[in-house]
């Protein structure tokens, strides 16, 4: 069709009915081969919606001939998991294989757990807010894991089989080879659908969408706010047309073509677009000759023409419907407001909204600069998008920073340097006050220093998931913080002195987190420490800390503002004599304690909870076995403000009493069956 | 609280050194060229008999209180018996869950990326560890005995705790052999999980007590791996005479059957009552007069080895 215009404007005598054609054959053009204008939402997948005209190259690139479906081969990384790294109960990599207990419904350590579960960690005293809330999405997600398949495949269909109260999936990410992250699938009625009651495994296929490229990493995004107890996955199927290896480059080469394409002028664009290049035969600049002579001025007015019609087109819209418009048009517009108000306006956005009604004009890109609306920058939900360039314009705007979130950035694609991220801290990092690294993948030890050295005024430290398994971080610098109030190294190895000395510096921390990160350091010591030089202390999680024993817990007694405190899978010996009572008796603020795991209460241990504790609000006392039905009632009776109570995997309890107590006194109860045998 | 001081020993340990360290992961495993190589597998079955073998159900991976796996992977041929400790039934926990879970975790952990063919010690370890992490409580004590064939050298690695074992046969000659482990009579080496509150009175030995063992193997040799209900009732010349007869048999239907009699013979042998049985024998020698057989749950891996 390109052809025939050319030709139709390459003869003068043609009559205005043919140029009116060529105009048609233009919008025509328009249409079809300019797939710019096609209705994709999102910007970071402009890769996918190339024209139709090009899905017959994309084919000739696969290995169309057959399917394959494989299970995830292995993890790449996790947000969070239940069991400890070295076991293979509750942990991700379960996840991998072959389904081993699908399609049985229940509570089995062959598949992987998370460590959370419904909205109670969010009504805990530790709970979190939300930096910059505004950027954060509808559907946040709150942990994720990503998988890494054997072959390259251009995916069609997912298959996830959970085993344990289904419906935690929202996202689906594939990692193409273009070394972007686009989203295959998203849950858009994660609130508005009914909660899934759960009795039966699920085989959870969401509908992908098609892309054209060829992955072989997946990333699965998880929310657990309207599940009940634990979510558990058994595996993961991808299927999809094997991909043929050999083409790669082609690909790749031909979407960096694409990609290039799209970052040119709309003039040059059609000009590709319309394959409307010389062909470069033997005459070749003889026709562009005749072509830059002749055409290239019809060429360019007919453009304008069509663009001056539609513009033309639409004033005449607008005199109409002003003319019958009563009001008068008020002439005081956005630009005249105060810039304060701007400012109070445009605090509002989002971080990518910011960035795009900066592109309007001037003045709104002189407002949308303020350092004022970069006090507090979370990066979290932009974690696909987060790049060094990204880094270092945040930084000419952010000056007075307060508040940075930078969890989840730089997942498996080395997108964000650490050097970079070393100038961005030592540019802005002074008068930071929180900082959230989790799960971060461009830490190094340099990047620590200069966070030791650099933010002194740092409130809240979060590093869950931060450290590289071997070697351990040198976190040493992180003594000379001397102001946290909340500390969180969820799954992250810290040296035992380095520890101990944050401890020792940091008197007024209210909120510390050492799950998981306990196996090399002697829990007894950073309890006696903790119950020395940390007495404000709100919040403690010492999730699996197998080596804290009695002792330990008897130091903790020091604390009496202790309101959060959790010792699942702790105290692992026979039996906890004083110190359990000792600790309730000084800890009266409690609200939530979880001893998950902790074989040597007794009934006594349950009487004294019933006794000492009247504001408790969540308990958790999972497989704790040899307890009598008496003293469940005893607590349910005395402790009035109690919320939760996890009695899985507890003996001498019924199905018919935990609903009767439930209903009895108005609270969760979690109980579940043993799963029948371990095969 | 002796098991869980090593537990924590082996953790750290395991943590500090480096997991490589304590493992010793062979590195040249994953070459797949061709057979240029022999590569030695077993070719093995299973028979046995629980104590209460006419009142009971079958359940697949179990005799009683006794517990088996076998199973393989591209560089390892893996075999593995327990034999749960019974005294635990008075305190009102099932014997034979133990073992079950010791054998199905070392099966888990052979197929998981650290299994190192040539430490079974290691399997035994991080299943034991494997206990300590279930939400339910799994109580009570085994004995165990796991035996790995490596097909890069040939070469048999074997962990051994307690009183079951195995016999490796050549050319009509026992090559190798299990020794016992005993505190005193009756009482064999055992891993424990008691519950709290117990555990002083309780035995509880570590894995790093096991008797590990290691030979090469030649084609044609049998392996047996049994619990104690066998090597107690028969004795050993009579396991020798069945054993050399399959030397060199691939066909699993006459392994199978020489593995059923054998199993057949412990049992008959158990609940003669006049036999002297190597039990009797070993009593005897304690000073404690006993004369038949000893019924007890009876489990029989054979395999063969072939090149």
């Known amino acids: 069709m390109s052809q025939s215009s050319a030709t139709n404007s390459e003869d003068d005598s043609k009559t205005a009915n043919n140029e009116s054609v060529a105009v048609d054959s233009v919008i025509d053009f328009k249409g079809k081969h300019f797939g710019l204008e096609s209705t994709s939402q999102d910007s970071d997948d402009y890769l996918v919606s190339g024209s139709e005209g090009t899905m017959i190259d994309v084919e000739r690139f696969c290995h169309a001939d057959y399917r394959i479906e494989q299970y995830a081969h292995s993890v790449l990384d996790f947000s969070s998991q239940y069991g400890i790294d070295l076991s293979i109960s509750y942990t991700a990599p379960n996840i991998t294989g072959r389904p081993s207990k699908y399609p049985e419904y229940g509570d089995f350590p062959q598949t992987f757990a998370m460590r959370t579960y419904g ?270 360039e990204l880094l270092s314009t945040l930084a000419k705007r952010a000056t007075i920073l307060k508040k940075l979130d930078m969890s989840w950035c730089g997942c498996t694609v080395q997108t964000i340097s650490p050097t970079e991220f070393k100038k961005f801290i030592q540019q802005r990092g002074d008068s930071l006050t929180h900082l959230r690294l989790n799960s971060t993948k461009f830490l190094n030890a340099s990047c620590i220093d200069t966070l030791g050295i650099v933010c002194d005024n740092l409130k809240e430290l979060s590093l869950r998931n931060c450290s590289p398994s071997p070697p351990l971080l040198n976190f040493s610098c992180l003594a000379n913080l001397k102001n946290l109030e909340r500390l969180d190294l969820f799954q992250t190895v810290i040296e035992s002195d380095l520890l101990l000395t944050m401890l020792e510096n940091n008197p007024k921390l209210k909120h510390l987190n050492l799950a998981f990160c306990s196996v090399a350091v002697n829990m007894d010591d950073v309890a006696q420490h903790i119950a020395k030089y940390n007495k404000q202390l709100i919040s403690l999680d010492m999730w699996k800390a197998h080596f804290l024993s009695a002792q330990g817990l008897l130091v903790l007694s020091n604390c009496h503002n202790l309101e959060e405190i959790d010792f699942g899978w702790c105290l692992r010996e026979a039996s906890l004599g004083d110190s359990l009572r000792e600790f309730l008796t000084q800890c009266t603020k409690l609200k939530k304690l979880f001893l998950a795991a902790v074989r040597g209460l007794t009934d006594r241990d349950l009487e004294y909870i019933a006794n000492l504790c009247p504001n408790l609000e969540q308990l958790d006392l999972m497989g704790v076995l040899g307890i009598s039905k008496e003293r469940y009632i005893d607590i349910l009776q005395k402790c009035a403000k109690l919320q939760l109570l996890d009695l899985c995997f507890c003996d001498n309890i019924m199905d018919y009493d935990v609903a009767l107590w439930s209903r009895t006194f108005k609270v969760d109860i979690k109980s579940c069956q043993v799963p029948n045998d371990f095969r | 609280m002796h098991s869980l001081g090593w537990s924590s020993k082996l953790i750290s340990r395991a943590l500090r050194s480096g997991f490589s360290a304590l493992l010793e992961t062979t590195t040249n495993v994953t070459s797949n060229n061709g057979g240029s190589k022999s590569r030695p597998h077993f070719i093995s079955v299973v028979c046995g008999f629980p104590k209460d073998f006419l009142t009971s159900k079958y359940k697949p991976g179990k005799y009683g209180e006794d517990s088996w796996f076998k199973t393989s992977t591209s560089n390892a041929d893996v075999l593995g018996v327990a034999d749960g400790v019974g005294g635990w039934r008075s305190y009102g926990i099932d014997p034979g869950e133990f073992s079950s879970f010791l054998m199905k975790t070392c099966e888990r952990l052979v197929h998981c990326v650290n299994f190192n063919p040539q430490r079974p010690v ?3 370890a991080y299943s034991y560890c494997e206990l300590l992490e279930q939400k339910k409580p799994i109580l009570g004590s085994s004995t165990a005995c796991v035996l790995v064939l490596n097909r890069e050298n040939s070469t048999v690695y074997t962990a051994n705790i307690g009183d079951s074992g195995f016999m490796v046969v050549r050319r009509g000659e026992i090559v190798h052999k299990s020794e016992e482990q005993q505190h005193y009579f009756n009482t064999p080496f055992q891993l424990s999980l008691p519950p709290p509150g117990h555990d002083h009175n309780v035995l509880s030995d570590s894995p790093d007590s096991a008797d590990t063992l290691s030979f090469p193997v030649k084609d044609g040799d049998v392996i047996l791996v049994a619990t104690d209900g066998v090597f107690d009732n028969v004795p ?50 304690n000073n404690i007069n006993a004369t038949g057989g000893k019924p007890d749950d009876i489990t029989v891996v054979l395999a063969t080895v072939a090149i």
């Open chain 1, 119 to 388: 909205a109670w960690w969010d009504r805990a005293p530790s709970r979190l807010k939300e930096i910059q809330p505004q950027n954060v999405s509808e559907i946040p997600a709150e942990d994720f894991i990503v998988l890494y398949f054997e072959d390259y495949i251009i995916p069609d269909e997912i298959a996830i089989f959970e085993t344990y109260n289904p419906g935690a999936v929202i996202r689906v990410w594939a990692y193409t080879i273009a070394k972007t992250w686009i989203c295959l699938w998203e849950d858009k009625e994660f609130y508005t659908k009914p909660i899934y009651s759960p009795s039966r495994a699920r085989r959870f296929t969401p509908p992908l969408k098609r892309i054209q490229l060829p992955t072989k990493t997946i990333r699965l995004e998880f929310n657990h706010q309207r599940l009940h107890y634990y979510t558990e996955i058994d595996a993961v199927l991808l299927s999809g047309k094997k991909f043929n290896t050999r083409n790669m480059q082609h690909l790749l080469d031909y979407y960096e073509r694409q990609r290039k394409v799209l970052t040119l002028g709309s003039i040059l664009c059609k000009l590709q677009n319309m394959k409307f290049r010389p062909i470069c035969r033997d005459n070749y600049q003889n026709r562009l000759q005749h072509f830059l002579m002749h055409d290239l001025d019809k060429f360019i007015s007919v453009l304008s023409d069509v663009q001056i019609q539609s513009m033309q087109r639409q004033q005449q819209q607008q005199l109409q419907s002003s003319n019958t418009d009563e009001m008068k048009i008020s002439k005081i517009g956005l630009k005249n407001m105060p810039f304060e108000i701007m400012l109070k306006i445009f605090s509002y956005l989002d971080l990518k909204s910011l960035f795009r009604v900066g592109a309007v004009s001037r003045f709104l890109y002189d407002v949308s600069t303020h350092p004022l609306l970069y006090s507090e920058l979370n990066l979290k939900p932009y974690w696909h998008l987060a790049s060094t």
């Open chain 2, 236 to 285: 050993e010349k009579l396991l020798l005479d069945m054993l050399k007869e399959v030397e060199g048999v691939t066909d699993p239907v006459k392994l199978q059957m020489t593995a059923n009699s054998l199993a057949l013979m412990a049992r008959s042998l158990s609940f003669d009552s006049d036999f002297m049985s190597p039990f009797a024998i070993n009593a005897r020698r």
């Open chain 2, 122 to 124: 290691n399997l035994l």
